[in-house]
């Protein structure tokens, strides 16, 4: 491996280092709070690392590939887990007494990224499928975190199970789809499938896999369980980091290998759309508790992403990175406010939220500009996200779904400020009292609100999206 | 030259907005007062320098001024052929508006520190100042239509939330909401007529617009409408917008209410800067409006222009309310400002109109800046707004006597202040092209300087009433921008404007057209004799004159009734015929449908809840199951 080669896979490289400085770390400090501070810092550093200059080639024959559009999306994703670092470090402080190993979490969750960025970078189906596998199996493991708590027991449990079927059923895709172009390498199989039932199936098969960890209908069901269950931070991970990661990939998947199938698979994916958002807004409507609530926003949100990938182009792909950029913020802010609030008062149902503006405005004014931004309100960077997948979706004449795409966000409206409306117009006897966050909390919420605020209107960030939206030569 | 420094014109006071608004608990008064004074020193300065040196030095390229794209990016991207841009435009006219929108800013930013001295609200107030400010630059500077549309709806915003600044008194909330009514009523025009151009034009973009060649290629494949070209509908409904907000008759309504305000906030927003918009719009669209099937759209513009200078100006002649004596006189000089664009023709002198407009606009942000803040210093001395309570004034404010005095024979066209210079061309401009209206340019010439002075007698000389407390000078921070904008308005009309502004953008040189200029004056005397007449020394002179012309005096003095009939059409009208069927439809109707969508929602909701059963393996089967269900249907479909 020359220099070349090193830099180009740079960003896995440092995580590597960053993870073994971790391990070494966990063995020589025993103090848990400076093991926060350590695992703060050393990723704050991969961070902004990944800023510095972009190199787009290949490694291994083929097998992985980088270019700016997967560097830029690895930096955002570097962003979202440091947020999430950040609220897992207030968690972790937290319990303290309750958990023996602190630094065994964030080698974890550096090991789950480490997956998706191989599964991102990946040229050729084995490493799609082992970055697949490293960014799910640690992350069960950390579901079981609260090895106190029975119910993120089960969350694991039923994560690892679904996760097992999911991976097998994906794994028996590929094969099909090898057997039938004779070529592993991504960019080789368009162009070598035929039409045939096989093929399909194959086809359905691969894509179930990554539906599968983008949570849409049907093979949705594990999520809202999963994210009841685990830890607020984990569940935060999944709901955006590890769906990020799969949406990019299918990305690349739909429009470069299986761009042949596309007279297909464009009505798979538009009614897996209409019943994501549908499934995904009628759950929510009825949940009390809101990790429940936020994992069935996050199907529809699901919907509302893949409703893009039918514009096949690059304004499909530069939309759906926006949006994901955006949601990612969003989701963030939602579930970090959850944490901050069950942290000090042990609070997750809706319920309890009543007079929360009262004695916390602060909190409750990130909450409100994160469900905001889900449900799409400018000038909240979510409008602007959701107006693009519009735009993809209507530059090819799907204006139908466009329409029930408007429908859903309505309906998801109604809920999104159900809770806000708790938070701010509703009165309550005992209302949560007021807390002090810490400082790391603090900062991630900073961050996302700074961020919900600018991103939708600071357009040179979506125009260098466009730029580097060339994944395929359209 | 380092021209990327004019970004900071427009993004210093949005910085100040945004840390005033954001701290406006944490940072007191009179701190906030000086942040905002000193955002606005440096933005004025770059100003001052950019446009000055634009003029002199490099403007002018072969006899012709450049237009300078400094800066534009794109804002929102939709597809190649549709994106909305933001950006700076350096040209003759953005650079005039250079000078007056941050100088007038300025010194009522000063002048604020003394007068809203222990109000409330003091951060508040120099926040949305600082919006204002922010807007009305970025309006200045748009190089595309949208973008000005989008800066146009934000000054309306502030001009909303600076009329309302006292919200605790329910007349001054009512008068926010007429603007913002009123003005958005017309910028519904605005909209539509935007819409409608750049969808024929295919662009927004100021450049290309008015581009004479574009403009022919428009003008051969014009769809007409209604007799007129599309494109004619189209400026006519932007010159709407520009009438909302520059107050022509009849959208004017709003203006006399807006007095409401806060003093310094009427002299930025509603005297100098703001309500000239629309002047600047159509002058920014000039060619559009000349060219277009032979200048239809800008004899529109003419005789409305006329129309309210005479309006506005009898009204003026009758009110008590001396702010409301200014705002009938900015309605009345904004008049002159359209009539003159309206009768302007293309190319060097025949351009004059286009150049006098720009003079006008230019000066009469200087004299009526003056008066309104020699106004504000009155109101603050007296504590009253109307004239009944004043009189000999001039022994105990004599800073503001001689001010007000100066910017009087300013706006009354008295040689050698300002007033005269730019009058004199418009009317000289108008005498050329259309005798009717140089005429009534001429009628109001002498109605305006017998009001200005009835003002000035009747504050300063007529009695000397018993005053409860004894009126006294204003603080330093309120005399210093008065006398800055009275050396201004006294000295401002020697400037050679005709060397700087022109409709094709090169230079030409004007005289003084003497016969026209010395009937001009010779009516401006008369009328300030027939002030001195009536209102030097107490009598009474007017009360006896008022009642001799009975209903005709009640009619001015009512303002022709004009907000009675607007009342009468939108609520005996639009609310009962219009407005009350559709409520019903809405409340029965549309929400029925909806509730009973609601319901059915949570129904189905309901209903479904049992698939999420908690059971790992269901969820098994529903994965698999559902991998092989789709399958099956995509196969069903290709083999169909």
Redesign the interface.
């Known amino acids: 491996m020359n220099w070349n080669q090193i830099f180009l896979m740079r960003q896995e490289l440092f995580l590597t280092i960053v993870i073994l400085l971790m391990l070494i770390a966990d063995i020589l400090v025993s103090d848990k709070k400076a093991l926060n501070k350590i695992a703060i810092a050393l990723f704050a550093l991969q961070t902004v690392f990944g800023f510095f200059s972009v190199y787009e080639g290949s490694l291994f024959g083929g097998m992985y590939v980088t270019d700016s559009l997967t560097f830029a999306f690895k930096n955002i994703l570097n962003i979202g887990v440091f947020l999430i670092v950040l609220q897992s470090a207030s968690f972790l402080d937290k319990n303290l007494s309750e958990i023996k190993k602190v630094g065994e979490f964030y080698i974890i969750l550096f090991s789950s990224l480490l997956g998706i960025y191989f599964m991102i970078s990946a040229g050729h189906f084995l490493i799609l499928y082992l970055g697949l596998e490293l960014s799910i199996l640690p992350i069960s493991a950390l579901a079981a975190y609260e090895l106190y708590n029975r119910k993120s027991s089960e969350a694991a449990?039923?994560l690892i199970?679904?996760a097992a079927?999911?991976s097998g059923?994906f794994l028996f895709g590929i094969t099909i789809l090898y057997a039938d172009a004779g070529s592993l390498y991504l960019k080789d199989m368009n162009g070598n499938l035929s039409?045939t039932?096989f093929s399909?199936?194959g086809m359905?098969?691969m894509f179930?896999g990554l539906a599968?960890k983008i949570s849409l209908v049907?093979?949705h069901?594990?999520t809202?369980?999963v994210y009841e269950g685990a830890p607020t931070a984990v569940s935060n991970y999944l709901s955006v980091i590890s769906k990020a990661g799969a949406v990019f990939i299918l990305v690349v998947l739909l429009f470069v290998s299986l761009r042949s199938m596309v007279d297909?698979?464009k009505?798979?994916i538009y009614?897996?759309t209409v019943l994501t958002m549908f499934?995904g807004n009628?759950?929510a409507?009825?949940q009390q508790n809101l990790k429940r609530f936020l994992a069935f926003s996050s199907i529809a949100q699901a919907g509302f992403i893949t409703m893009a990938l039918l514009s096949v182009d690059r304004l499909g792909v530069s939309s759906i990175i926006y949006f994901l950029a955006i949601y990612i913020f969003s989701n963030i802010g939602a579930f970090g406010v959850v944490e901050a609030v069950a942290l000090k008062t042990g609070k997750e149902n809706i319920d309890d939220y009543k007079g929360l503006y009262r004695t916390n405005p602060m909190v409750s004014l990130v909450l409100m500009l994160s469900l905001f931004s889900l449900a799409g309100i400018p000038p909240v960077a979510g409008f602007f996200g959701k107006f693009f997948l519009y735009?993809a979706a209507a530059?090819k004449g799907y204006y139908a779904l466009v329409f029930i795409a408007v429908v859903n966000v309505t309906?998801s409206l109604?809920y999104y400020l159900i809770v806000v409306r708790a938070a701010f117009l509703r009165k309550s006897e005992k209302p949560i009292p007021y807390f002090k966050s810490d400082i790391y909390m603090k900062t991630s919420l900073f961050i996302v609100t700074i961020a919900l605020l600018v991103m939708g209107l600071f357009?040179?960030f979506?125009?260098y999206i466009?730029d580097i939206s060339n994944i395929v030569n359209f | 030259m380092n021209l990327n420094l004019m970004i900071l014109i427009p993004l210093i006071p949005l910085a100040v907005f945004l840390l005033l608004g954001i701290f406006f608990r944490r940072i007191k008064e009179p701190v906030s007062g000086y942040i905002g004074v000193a955002g606005l020193t440096i933005v004025s300065l770059i100003s001052f320098y950019i446009a000055i040196s634009y003029f002199l030095d490099f403007g002018l390229v072969n006899g012709e001024y450049q237009k300078i794209i400094v800066f534009r990016?794109?804002?929102?991207?939709?597809?190649d052929n549709l994106k909305i841009e933001?950006g700076i435009l350096l040209d003759p006219l953005s650079a005039v508006m250079l000078i007056v929108v941050p100088l007038i800013s300025w010194m009522v930013h000063i002048y604020s520190l003394g007068y809203m001295k222990g109000e409330g609200g003091f951060t508040r107030f120099y926040a949305f100042l600082s919006l204002f400010t922010f807007s009305m630059l970025g309006l200045v500077l748009s190089v595309n239509i949208f973008q000005i549309y989008i800066f146009w709806e934000l000054v309306g915003v502030s001009s909303y939330s600076l009329i309302g600044f006292y919200y605790k008194k329910k007349s001054a909330v009512l008068a926010a909401k007429k603007a913002f009514i009123v003005t958005r009523f017309a910028d519904l025009g605005f909209l539509i007529g935007l819409l409608i151009l750049s969808y024929f034009a295919g662009t927004f973009d100021f450049l290309t617009l008015t581009n004479l060649d574009f403009i022919q290629t428009l003008n051969g494949q014009a769809v007409t409408f209604m007799g007129l070209s599309v494109i004619t509908w189209a400026l006519i409904l932007i010159f709407m917008g520009g009438a909302g907000k520059s107050a022509m008759f009849p959208l004017h309504i709003w203006l006399p209410d807006a007095m409401e305000g806060p003093t310094p906030v009427s002299a930025l927003i509603h005297a100098a800067t703001m309500v000239v918009a629309g002047v600047f719009l159509v002058a920014r669209l000039f060619p559009m409006f000349y060219f277009i099937e032979d200048g239809i759209a800008l004899e529109v513009v003419a005789y409305v222009g006329a129309f309210t200078t005479l309006f506005a100006a009898v009204i003026a002649l009758t009110q008590y309310d001396i702010k409301r004596v200014l705002a009938f006189s900015t309605m009345s000089q904004i008049g002159y400002m359209m009539l003159a664009l309206g009768v302007s023709g293309y190319g060097e002198h025949e351009g004059l109109g286009y150049m006098a407009s720009m003079f006008h606009l230019f000066t009469h942000a200087m004299f009526k800046a003056l008066l309104f803040l020699g106004a504000g210093a009155i109101i603050h001395a007296v504590h009253s707004n109307f004239m009944q309570d004043m009189g000999g004034l001039r022994k105990h404010l004599p800073v503001t006597h001689i001010t007000f005095l100066v910017a009087a024979l300013a706006i009354s066209g008295i040689p050698p202040f300002a007033g005269f210079f730019s009058k004199d061309e418009i009317l000289a401009a108008a005498f050329e092209h259309n005798k009717l209206i140089w005429f009534t340019g001429f009628i109001v010439a002498g109605m305006t300087a017998f009001y200005m002075f009835r003002l000035y007698f009747r504050i300063f000389w007529w009695n000397d009433p018993e005053y409860k407390h004894k009126p006294h000078e204003a603080p330093k921070t309120m005399t210093v921008p008065l006398m800055i904008l009275a050396f201004m308005a006294a000295f401002s009309g020697f400037i050679p404007f005709s060397d700087f502004v022109s409709t094709d953008y090169s230079p030409f040189h004007t005289h003084i057209e003497w016969g026209l200029a010395g009937a001009s004056v010779g009516i401006g005397v008369l009328g300030i004799l027939l002030a001195v007449l009536f209102y030097k020394k107490e009598n009474d002179l007017s009360d006896r004159f008022a009642r001799a012309f009975g209903i005709f005096y009640k009619w001015t003095f009512n303002k022709f009734y004009i907000d009675e009939l607007y009342f009468f059409i939108t609520k005996k009208i639009i609310f009962k015929n219009i407005s009350a069927p559709f409520a019903w439809f809405d409340r029965h109707i549309v929400d029925g449908t909806m509730n009973g969508i609601?319901n059915s929602?949570?129904w189905?909701?309901?209903k479904?809840?049992g698939?999420?059963s908690?059971r790992?393996q269901?969820?098994?089967m529903?994965?698999?199951s559902?991998?092989?269900v789709?399958?099956m249907?995509?196969?069903f479909?290709?083999n169909n």
């Open positions: 449990i039923k199970l679904s079927i999911s059923v039409l039932y399909i199936m359905v098969f179930s599968f049907p093979f069901f594990w809202a369980d297909i698979w009505y798979m009614g897996i499934v009628f759950f409507l009825r735009t530059s309906i109604y357009s040179p979506y125009e466009y | 990016s794109t804002w929102i991207h939709f597809t933001m609601g929602t949570v189905i909701s309901e479904i809840k698939l999420q908690g790992v269901d969820y098994a529903y994965f698999v559902g991998a092989t789709i399958s249907i995509l196969w479909l290709l």
